[in-house]
């Protein structure tokens, strides 16, 4: 049925096509397409709009979304998403998100994405019990801004159970970042990360043992990428693409570099 509408190329060649035709979204249907389709409805009934909303399939068989519109940055980030407004503003986003999914059950038959490969030996569980379901990739292209600060979050295929402290450290290994400063945009090179760290935290109103838990759950989480990442590299072209083309440089040099500066950012978290 969609023969005869026009259709906006939005992403081709990475992991997904995915197309803009009038307001919606199209993109594959996947084996875990089902399952986000739940969390965001789940969403949306707790009165979160800053995430797509699911709308079935088309005659194509692709999954149909909400088009979310606004501005999304590419890495190296800009400096208008690297001002500290930026964290602030993240921090409650995520803070909303996972309030409203706090307590959903996933269904029975839930199926969730993953990285390429089979989990490699070495990898460390992040948390002993998962607390709900939240997006778990906040890499700049699945935030969108909108007035130049973030306004909601897209491409939810990693979707998974998770906790709070996981997740956040996800947010800030792109956000603060948790990157050695070689690797980190122009405008952050010389930005005191364990600052960044700590206003995120406040902003999202992390407890006390949350906060005593985020710089091991980032450390871990950070060896974890190195093995998950370089196992995938050796399966999925596009993942060789990306370790080859720094990631295998760029993970190492991050765990090294939260190894040196872990301590100083805990001490700011506790203080």
């Known amino acids: 049925m969609d023969a005869d509408e ?12 995915v197309v803009r035709i009038g307001d919606t979204v199209r993109r594959p249907v996947r084996p875990y397409t089902a399952t986000v389709h739940a969390y965001l409805r789940h969403l949306h009934q707790q009165g979160v709009d800053v995430v797509p909303e699911p709308r079935g399939y088309d005659g194509q068989g692709r999954e149909v979304l909400s088009y979310v519109p606004g501005d999304v940055p590419v890495e190296p980030l800009p400096e208008w998403a690297t001002q500290e407004e930026v964290l602030v503003v993240l921090a409650r ?8 999914a706090d307590g959903w059950a996933p269904p029975a ?3 969730w994405g993953s990285i390429p490969g089979a989990p490699p030996p070495g990898v460390v569980p992040l948390f002993e019990v998962p607390e709900l379901v939240a997006h778990s990739d906040y890499c700049p ?4 801004f909108r007035n130049g600060l973030p306004a909601a979050l897209v491409d ?8 709070r402290v996981a997740d956040c450290a996800n947010a800030l ?7 050695h400063p070689v690797d ?6 010389t930005s005191d990360a364990a600052a960044r760290v700590r206003m995120f935290a406040d902003a999202y109103r992390l407890d006390a043992q949350q906060r005593a838990d985020l710089v091991p759950v980032a450390r871990r989480r950070i060896r974890n990428a190195v093995l998950v990442m370089r196992a995938a590299a050796q399966v999925d072209p596009v993942f060789r693409r990306w ?7 760029r993970l190492p040099r991050a765990e090294a570099w939260l190894a040196e500066e872990g301590d100083r950012i805990q001490s700011l978290l506790l203080d």
């Open 6 to 17: 026009n259709e906006e190329l939005l992403a081709d060649g990475g992991m997904t096509r």
């Open 93 to 100: 986003l995520l803070r909303r998100v996972h309030d409203a």
């Open 109 to 111: 038959d839930a199926v």
């Open 141 to 144: 292209g699945n935030v969108v």
């Open 156 to 163: 939810f295929d990693l979707a998974r159970p998770t906790t």
């Open 173 to 179: 290994y792109w956000w603060a970042p948790l990157l």
């Open 184 to 189: 980190r945009a122009p405008a952050l090179t």
């Open 243 to 249: 370790w080859e083309e720094g990631v295998k440089d």
